[in-house]
């Protein structure tokens, strides 16, 4: 079965078309069933005609297939014993609308996992033909836990071997190895949280963190403004007091005036100085305050506040249960993105070494197999500090999902699963884009989700929204 990966707006979307041989069963009882959203357990549907052509709109946000999510760390018994339970539940919720699981859809990639709150996602298809099969999604869990984890892996060996009996459900498998005391010492239903979804939360108070941080840079930013037209009033009050000074020493030199009013005028003149003096040399020092931030970073920097809404919105999605969370303002630097790149080497001058050659004799050529062997590093360059990624061990998985990753990228724009690297059938290096909410780019196109595209020494790649340039 066929995927297609659609963002809309604020929704992630893997679309199936139908297709011409099973046009009657979009509108069958099945199909009713699954649009309402009534299946515990399974990906909300809604259904779509564009073209005279039916589509199936299944929404993921947040979620990642149970393949890319275990990519890099395999999966740990807990997690192991939370997949078949969720599986368990939603097989026999089937049951209640006189479902089979023929419907079902069991590979790894389309089950999902939400990344934010740990629970899985099951795919249920009104016209699929094939007829699901358990045996082989047990054979490809086999692939995606963790081998170092000794109880899940007798846990999902237990259930590869059940599961090859003919005469053995799903359901009855799940059961008895659910209640092997063996690989679960209590109940599932009082599994603690997932190693994952503690992660997240420790990420969570991190964006907390962040964003109290925003809160009183903010505090800073109002208290600059309110002080910067303090300056500016100062400033016309120092005007004002001029203008005084200009009218009496006028008087003076243009009216005969008694002791009493000579006195006094020179009594103004002298306040207006003083005062005069004292408003302007306050006001300018008001006026042309800097904040402290500004001191340091010569260019100018972008907070999240400056991005167009369509990002600011695609940034959110991310978050989905806290919104307003992207609070890293001093990544981004503006004109790093419009202005040329200019790469200047760091090495130091090699020390002279002797040779039994002279400094000006032959030239060696170099053979295009020396340096094809080079891996590429790709290098940030819109970032304080160059950021150094080396695709010399492939495949490489990039995200901000510490232990889900191999490659952490602490920055909001970037999705906690977000692209992978991996060698392609050439021999070259292909990039992934893993439905990511911002996307993955190269030179300024964006990527495909889940399509495979080669890279070339000298390509652009942005990640969120750091651009990275390959070497």
């Known amino acids: ?22 046009r009657e069963k979009i ?36 979620m990642q297939n149970i393949r890319d999510r275990f990519s890099v760390r395999g999966m740990d018994a807990e997690q192991l014993a939370k997949l078949l339970t969720s599986l368990k539940n939603s097989l026999e919720s089937l049951s209640e609308y006189l479902l089979g699981m023929e419907n079902v859809v069991l590979d790894a990639k389309s089950v999902f996992t939400d990344l934010s709150t740990g629970e899985y996602k099951f795919m249920y298809c009104p016209f699929k033909k094939e007829q699901a099969d358990f045996a082989g999604f047990i054979d490809e869990l086999v692939e995606l836990v963790d081998h170092d984890d000794e109880v899940a892996v007798e846990m999902i060996y237990s259930c590869a071997e059940k599961a090859e009996m003919d005469s053995m459900l799903a359901i009855d498998c799940i059961e008895q190895v659910l209640e092997d005391k063996r690989y679960i010492k209590e109940p599932i239903e009082k599994i603690e949280q997932s190693q994952d979804t503690q992660e997240f939360i420790e990420f969570d108070n991190r964006a907390l963190n962040l964003d109290e941080d925003e809160e009183e840079e903010n505090e800073d930013i109002r208290k600059h403004k309110g002080k910067k037209a303090s300056g500016k009033v100062q400033i016309i009050f120092g005007i004002l007091f001029l203008i005084l000074l200009a009218i009496m020493m006028y008087v003076r030199m243009n009216y005969i005036l008694s002791r009493e009013e000579n006195l006094l005028s020179i009594i103004v003149i002298v306040v207006s100085v ?19 931030w500004k001191k340091k970073n010569k260019k100018d920097i972008k907070s999240l506040e400056d991005i167009d809404e369509d990002d600011t919105c695609d940034q959110l999605e991310d978050y989905g249960e806290f919104c307003g969370d992207d609070t890293i303002d001093t990544y981004v630097d503006v004109d790093s993105y419009k202005n040329k790149v200019n790469v200047t080497s760091h090495s130091k001058r090699a020390k002279y070494v002797a040779s039994t050659r002279s400094s000006w004799g032959e030239t060696v050529v170099l053979s295009q197999e020396d340096d094809s062997d080079k891996a590429f590093t790709l290098y940030s360059r819109n970032t304080d500090k160059t950021i150094r990624i ?55 196109l964006k990527i495909t989700p889940q399509k495979e595209i080669g890279l070339e020494e000298g390509d652009e790649v942005r990640i969120g929204r750091i651009c990275f340039d390959c070497r």
């Not at 232990?403 to 292909?430: A, K, P, T, W, Y």
């Open 390 to 444: 080396s695709l010399d061990k492939l495949p490489l998985t990039v995200g901000k999902m510490a232990g889900c990753v191999d490659e952490v990228l602490d920055d909001m724009s970037v999705s906690r699963i977000h692209c992978r690297f991996m060698q392609n059938e050439e021999g070259g290096i292909s990039i992934v884009d893993l439905n990511s909410t911002n996307g993955t780019f190269r030179n300024g």
């Open 1 to 22: 079965m066929e995927y297609r990966y659609y963002r809309e707006l604020k929704h992630n979307y893997l679309i199936v078309q139908q297709d011409n041989n099973s």
């Open 27 to 62: 509108a069958s009882y099945q199909a009713r069933i699954l649009e309402k959203g009534k299946l515990s357990g399974f990906l909300t549907c809604n259904m779509r005609t564009i073209n005279n052509e039916n589509y199936l709109y299944y929404e993921i946000n947040s």
């Open 274 to 292: 003083v005062t005069g003096l004292v408003a302007f040399i306050n006001g300018f020092k008001d006026a042309n305050v800097s904040l402290p």
